[in-house]
């Protein structure tokens, strides 16, 4: 009864747009006041303990990394090396968009500023261009969900935290999913744009493409430094970021783009977006122990077992599970409510923890596409002025190839288990 008043108090704040970091924490509150068994300060620990983590400082330095890379002018010299490499093709801007957002996805870890920098930058230029608003937005919405999946993810960091595995091996196991949506992608974009001859460029020049190759080519240093230094266990991904944040700051020096006013916007953004999450990671932390102390993984475990023991049927049910709890929460708390209770059940039906997290993690970020929550959704209206609406019309064709995708990364484990192993992560 208790269990079931927790998660109609969260649902009906939710519903009334209480921030899910509040949503999450009043009824933690007052579950607590008039549960006789606990007390404040206990409840206060388990609030702080995944903050505390050593791990979790990757979050904000991976943030500040992003950032950085945002006003270095660096995304900028990605996107014109990318036109003048395939800006030729049919529906070349959709490629480059794509291309682009692999690109920044090495550096940031999240769609949203994936999304934002994307957003601001090509969706005009397409546009322009005489692509349909809507494509632009679907193809920019649905690019930036590669930067989730692949390193340096910020998801990533909190389920391997909360899970107790390893970081890297949720990197590396990211990485193929991540080539596959982006093949995906460029598939439907050839598909869109086949006949429309409209949508070319002119050819840039040999030289042209060489010059602004070379210009491009600087951004390639921090991720040789975040993912293969995380992959060779040559740094922690703490380290990492820390080491990636000073080479592209250096990096904004050289391309001139490092003023007072930039590096405020840059820190206070930064600041902002960590308070955010680490107060989210707080109140779903509690909120997961309430769970918990309710039982909640053994009443879920239990049901799931009346209803089939065969681990196929079980990822069909949790795979459901996942796209309703994404399309309601925004990852983080998604990721620390869910994963308490999911993985005991998955390791009962003999499944690997790191696949686990992989799938948990593309769900979710299927949810940030869409209603009511979509959290990208509103940042593409935010900053390209379109209404809502016409960003999720443009989103829908790109919803094939991320089902296909969560089918794959769901039902064919050594997509995700093959690298980590091959590398010896796990």
Known sequence: MILLAMLAALLILLALRVPVAFALLIPSLIYILFE?????????????????????LAVPMFILLGNLANISGATDKMYDAAVALIGHLRGSLGYVNIAT?????????????DAAAMGRVQVPAMVERKYSPEFSLGITGASSLVAPMMPPSIPAIIYAVTAGVSISALFAAGIIPALIIVLGLVVMVWYLTRDDDDLRMPKASAKDRVKLSIKALPMAGAAIIVLGGILSGIFTPTEASAIGVIYVAVLAIVYKNFNFRNIRDVLVNSVQTTGSILLIVASASLFGWVLAREQAPQIFGQLIFEITDKPLFFLIIVNIVLLIVGAVLEPTSAILVMTPVLIPLGEAYGLDPVHMGTMMIFNLMIGLLTPPVGLVLFVLSSVTKYPVTQVIRGTVPFFVPMLITLFAVAFIPPLTLWLPHVLGII
Not at 36 to 56: E, L, R
């Open 101 to 113: 957002s692999f690109g920044f996805s090495w550096i940031s870890g999240a769609a949203i500023a």
């Open 36 to 56: 006789p068994n606990t007390t404040i300060s206990v409840a206060s620990q388990q609030a702080t303990s995944g903050v505390f983590d050593f791990a979790i």
